[in-house]
């Protein structure tokens, strides 16, 4: 058991503070870390049973972001607890692993769970990249064999600095979000994305990067000599893991060694002989090999074990078959050179309903990305721990069925690595992606992949940027994406442009970079060595642009630019700018009057707080009629205007005519006609059309209106009113002009007059 202690280290500017022997002690190890005021805590298990019949290291790592480590309630009105994790803690789980896995004897098949779970928040400090310090903390102070320590760091890019942890705030000032697991003083994971960052500047921010871990990794080291226990012998666990078996595994590694004597004479002959360009057919290929030795175990009469060992070890080894051509030959498997891309092709305009769709494929890997265009008002909110129900617009959907690989399997949800990737794809194409005000729709797009052999997420970012031009969407530039690879042994190392199934074996790694022709969108980095040095990132930026140029060049061939019009299926929208303050009147009491506009229209209408009203929908006719409504809603009346309104109500002295939805004016008896009018239904009656002209508006703002004035003939009569007597009372307005009194003042606004009300 760990003792109670507490390490603090100030770092960027503020304290980082780690906290042992405090909680969780029952686990093989815990912390609890702490910077700014964000909180996490990190546990370690390992079981102490063996997971039987596995051929991989079971390695979990799962992050819980709780919301009231940021002092929030859960957003739904039915399900207030925590349910499962959000897409946010996932992908932040799934970073956190890069950088842990490739540390751990992959041999190992004791369960290692590691969990990282959220305290507190501050809004300012983040939280998944203090985890992937936390939980390296944890292991390293455990008794669990692993080859730490680990950091992860930060950069930023403000004003051309580069800015070490930067702050929320900070990072919406920056340019670049580079996020760094560190070990060895070696790059071990990368997650990054920027605005078209060039590759020296990104070597620069690595480099950089490395040189501020040291301290950090330093306090680690510094921690584990004060408390950490004595880790477990790993060759230990992984023979124990055999011990309840019949066959032990001494005589299992014997065989093993006849089997790659046999094996490494006859894989040149099926592999090395010709250029095999399908997995497929590579496959058959080796599995010839496999079988004839396996014919030759069950010839012999041996151990079922022993067979199931040899084909458990038999793929890991052709990797490193396929690893030591690479490196001793420069030889690939399907004849390419190191630096060559396997055949491109690039459709759009597959689908004939979608508002945009395109096909890219490189090698077997090929992906289908549609696009659908929505109204503002289906954005998705994220009510997550780190967002404030914040509105996403534009999102990416990744999905890979069994039969991508040739293989069966069940359709279910997404899962943590089609989350992963759909992540890294939509990143890659924010940067380009035109500003809400200039294109308000929503986005969403869809990446079916057809068929994986190689880095389908790369080829969903190029689908993406195909189907998003496809559909008109004004992308500034298109982004283009490759997977590089490694082949590596000790010092010596060369590497791959656009990685394929054997080539990601042990001393590789899978470099996804992003891009325009002008820089850098994203990055995702992991590797299966102990870490990349610098002289390796920096050549893999370099080989990767080239590539990316490639790839870009072939998709213009088959669409330059976005399309100037959008799909006849798609919708239109109008937007609009009232006064914010007249936004209830467009919304009306309970809703009534916008749900009226949408339902007549056959529109969606969405307001935002800023007076932005967005009028959604299929055909012109309906999307005009609502921004007529919309603008008569909203439109302030001036004097001199003419309008078409409607009878609403008829008094003795005149008549009320509606001008505007909710706007009502009179038209006193005598602004009918230059004639004299005896009764008001003489010349108005309930619903009438007629068409008014505003001739004043009072300091209560009621308006006046008048017919005859709104005749472009209408010509003022000059009278005499010395001769007029009948018409002309001395001091005051005659009876006809009087139109403020014959009102009937507040009373006919629905109001009290004085003490009474006139008698008629």
Aim: with cysteine; charged share 25%.
């Amino acid at each position: 058991m760990l003792k109670q202690k507490s390490f603090e280290l100030d770092f960027a500017g503020r304290q980082l503070s780690v906290e042992v022997g405090k909680l969780a002690k029952q686990v093989n190890a815990a912390c609890v870390v702490k910077y700014g005021e964000t909180v996490v805590l990190a546990t370690a298990v390992m079981s102490q049973d063996v997971r039987v019949g596995i051929d991989f290291f079971p390695l979990q790592i799962e992050v819980r972001e709780k919301m009231y480590a940021a002092g929030k309630i859960k957003g739904s009105k039915f399900i207030k607890g925590e349910g499962r994790p959000t897409d946010t803690a996932i992908l932040a789980g799934r970073m956190v692993d890069r950088g842990l896995r490739p540390l751990f004897n992959q041999a190992i098949r004791n369960e290692v769970q590691v969990v990282l779970t959220s305290l507190s928040y501050d809004k300012e400090n983040s939280f998944d990249l203090l985890s992937i310090t936390a939980a390296s903390i944890a292991l390293h102070i455990s008794d669990i064999p692993w080859q730490g320590p680990l950091v992860g760091i930060n950069v930023g890019r403000i004003g051309g600095e580069f800015v070490v942890n930067p702050t929320e705030i900070q990072k919406n000032q920056s340019d670049l979000n580079l996020v760094i697991s560190v070990a060895n003083n070696k790059v071990v994971m990368i997650d990054a994305d920027g605005q078209e960052v060039s590759e020296d500047d990104l070597v620069k921010a690595i480099a950089f990067g490395l040189e501020q871990t040291r301290p950090l990794l330093a306090f680690i080291e510094k921690i584990r000599s004060e408390v950490g226990l004595v880790k477990q012998d790993a060759n230990k666990l992984i023979e124990d893991s055999y011990a309840g078996l019949e066959i032990p595994l001494s005589e299992k590694q014997a065989t093993w060694a006849e089997a790659k004597e046999f094996f490494i004479g006859k894989l040149d002959k099926y592999l090395f002989n010709r250029p095999i360009g399908t997995k497929r057919e590579r496959k058959a290929a080796a599995q010839v090999v496999l079988d004839e030795f396996v014919w030759q175990l069950e010839e012999q009469v041996k151990h079922e074990e022993i067979i199931k060992y040899v084909k458990d070890n038999f793929e890991a080894y052709l990797e490193e078959v396929v690893a030591a051509a690479i490196l001793e030959k420069s030889l690939r498997i399907d004849g390419r050179r190191l630096e060559q891309i396997r055949p491109l092709a690039s459709e759009v305009s597959l689908l004939p309903r979608t508002h945009g769709s395109g096909l890219f494929s490189r090698g077997e890997t090929q992906v289908l990305t549609t696009v659908t265009l929505g109204a503002p008002g289906e954005v998705m909110l994220q009510d997550e721990m780190t967002e404030d129900e914040t509105k996403k617009r534009y999102m990416h959907f990744y999905n890979c069925p069994s039969y991508s690989f040739g293989e069966t399997g069940p359709f279910r949800g997404a899962g943590r690595r089609e989350i992963g990737h759909g992540a890294l794809a939509e990143k890659a194409l924010l940067p380009v992606l035109p500003a809400k005000e200039d294109f308000p729709y929503t986005i969403v797009t869809v990446s079916e992949v057809m068929g994986s052999n190689g880095s389908s997420s790369m080829a969903s970012t190029c689908g993406s940027t195909l189907a998003l031009m496809d559909a008109g969407v004004p992308l500034k530039k298109p982004v283009a994406g490759i997977a590089m690879g490694l082949a590596s042994q000790g010092d010596k190392y060369k590497i791959l442009t656009d990685l394929q199934d054997l080539e990601d074996g042990a001393g590789g790694m899978d470099f996804k970079v992003t891009g325009t022709k002008d820089g850098i969108t994203a990055i995702q980095m992991d590797t299966k060595t102990a870490g990349l040095t610098l002289a390796i990132c920096q050549a893999t930026l370099a080989q990767a642009k080239a590539a990316r140029l490639e790839i870009l060049e072939n998709m213009v061939k088959t669409i330059a630019q976005p399309r100037a019009e959008l799909s006849q299926y798609a919708p239109r929208i109008i937007a609009i700018k009232i006064d914010p303050e007249k936004i209830g009147a467009v919304i009306g009491t309970g809703g009534k009057i916008i749900n009226e506009i949408i339902e007549v229209c056959g529109v969606q209408v969405d307001i935002d707080d800023d007076g932005t009203v967005s009028i959604t929908g299929v055909g012109d006719e309906g999307i005009l009629k609502a921004k007529d409504w919309v603008e008569k809603l909203t439109k302030e009346v001036e004097v001199g205007e003419i309008y078409d309104g409607q009878v609403v109500r008829l008094m003795d002295f005149g008549a009320f005519v509606e001008i505007l939805p909710g706007k009502d004016g009179l038209v006193h008896i005598s602004e009918f006609s230059n004639e004299r009018v005896d009764k008001i239904t003489d010349v108005a009656k309930i619903g009438q059309p007629l068409k008014v002209k505003v001739i004043e508006i009072d300091s209560q703002g009621r308006i006046n209106l008048s017919v005859k004035q709104a005749d472009p003939n209408y010509k003022p009569i000059q009278r005499d009113y010395r001769d007029d007597h009948s018409r002309f009372k001395s001091g005051g307005p005659s009876r006809d002009r009087g139109f403020r009194n014959d009102r009937g003042g507040n009373r006919d606004r629905g109001e009290k007059r004085g003490f009474g009300f006139r008698k008629r």
